[in-house]
């Protein structure tokens, strides 16, 4: 069966009907895998996450930031932002299962020669260390400490990779860079402030996938996040966020054969 990678969706629930119906069009029987972000400051955030969830096994997410946030918000970790559409998750009566399912997200796959995540890896990261990282976090947010651990996920710092991390901070290094990074130094120090394009990188700092020597080289990566860089097709990099929220397409590309498939979404939020 082929297998669509979409882009972020930030509950545009009825561009997410759009493209599948799309999808369905071009193969009926094709699995899904959504890059994160499947929620918030769009207007459909309930419908979207409901809908991601009626899929059952055709349908895999990683766990973006605003995924994240949802969870934080939902146990009063996060107070709500100005522009977040959370509320009708928040005040859902299936609201439980729906925050059980989204923390049993992963934050990164391996499918197809494929490695998927979110945001970015580190430089030092190759595929296998990248998806062991990332399932110490998963094993973190679906244990019964769950709520501790997301108590202690906000910060900068530390900011840059060392094996020797343990504990908070160990996991927060790893979820900063799996859902926040942008840009990052030669030996992989994160920045976290500019989200801008790529001729934005402040001064010594680079996009994290034209880091040289990152060992993630030797695999495509598929991420979203980045609305600002746009679609980005390079022979190991596949970059998805086109912009649905702020009025760009909603974006899923077959990774078989790279066939792109887009849907056009109005504006949702203005840039501010």
């Known amino acids: 069966?082929?297998?669509?990678?979409?882009?972020?969706?930030?509950?545009c629930g009825r561009q997410l009907d759009?493209?599948?119906?799309?999808?369905?069009?071009?193969?009926?029987?094709?699995?899904?895998?959504?890059?994160?972000?499947?929620?918030?400051?769009g207007p459909l955030s309930l419908a979207t996450l409901r809908r991601i969830r009626s899929?059952?096994?055709?349908?895999?997410?990683?766990l973006g930031n605003h995924d994240l946030h949802l969870l934080a918000v939902s146990q009063g970790i996060r107070p709500a932002h100005a522009?977040?559409?959370?509320?009708?998750?928040?005040?859902?009566?299936?609201?439980?299962?729906?925050?059980?399912?989204?923390?049993?997200?992963?934050?990164?796959?391996?499918e197809q020669g494929h490695l998927l995540f979110h945001a970015g890896v580190l430089p030092q990261w190759d595929a296998a260390q990248t998806m062991a990282l990332a399932h110490e976090v998963e094993t973190a947010l679906q244990g019964p400490?769950?709520?501790?651990?997301?108590?202690?996920?906000?910060?900068?710092?530390?900011?840059?990779?060392?094996?020797?991390?343990?504990?908070?901070?160990?996991?927060?290094?790893?979820?900063?860079a799996l859902t926040r990074l942008r840009f990052c130094t030669a030996d992989g120090a994160m920045e976290f402030s500019i989200k801008e394009s790529l001729s934005a990188a402040p001064a010594g700092y680079l996009?994290?996938?034209?880091?040289?020597g990152r060992k993630t080289a030797d695999v495509t990566v598929v991420f979203g996040h980045w609305s600002t860089l746009g679609l980005t097709l390079r022979?190991?990099?596949?970059?998805?966020?086109?912009?649905?929220?702020?009025?760009?397409k909603l974006s899923a590309l077959r990774l078989e054969d790279r066939q792109l498939l887009q849907v056009d979404c109005p504006q949702a939020q203005r840039p501010g």
């Not at 069966?1 to 509950?11: E, F, K, N, S």
């Not at 759009?18 to 400051?41: K, M, T, W, Y």
């Not at 022979?235 to 760009?248: A, M, R, Y």
């Open 207 to 212: 996009p994290w996938f034209d880091v040289p």
């Open 18 to 41: 759009n493209l599948l119906d799309v999808i369905n069009q071009a193969s009926p029987d094709a699995n899904l895998i959504f890059v994160g972000d499947l929620v918030n400051r």
């Open 83 to 110: 522009s977040d559409t959370l509320d009708d998750i928040l005040n859902a009566p299936d609201r439980e299962e729906l925050l059980d399912w989204l923390r049993h997200r992963p934050l990164a796959l391996f």
């Open 55 to 62: 899929l059952g096994a055709r349908a895999q997410a990683v």
């Open 145 to 176: 400490d769950w709520v501790d651990f997301l108590r202690n996920m906000y910060g900068n710092a530390p900011a840059a990779w060392d094996d020797a991390l343990q504990g908070h901070d160990r996991l927060r290094c790893i979820v900063n």
């Open 1 to 11: 069966m082929p297998t669509y990678a979409i882009g972020d969706l930030q509950g």
């Open 235 to 248: 022979p190991n990099l596949i970059g998805l966020d086109t912009g649905c929220v702020w009025g760009g």
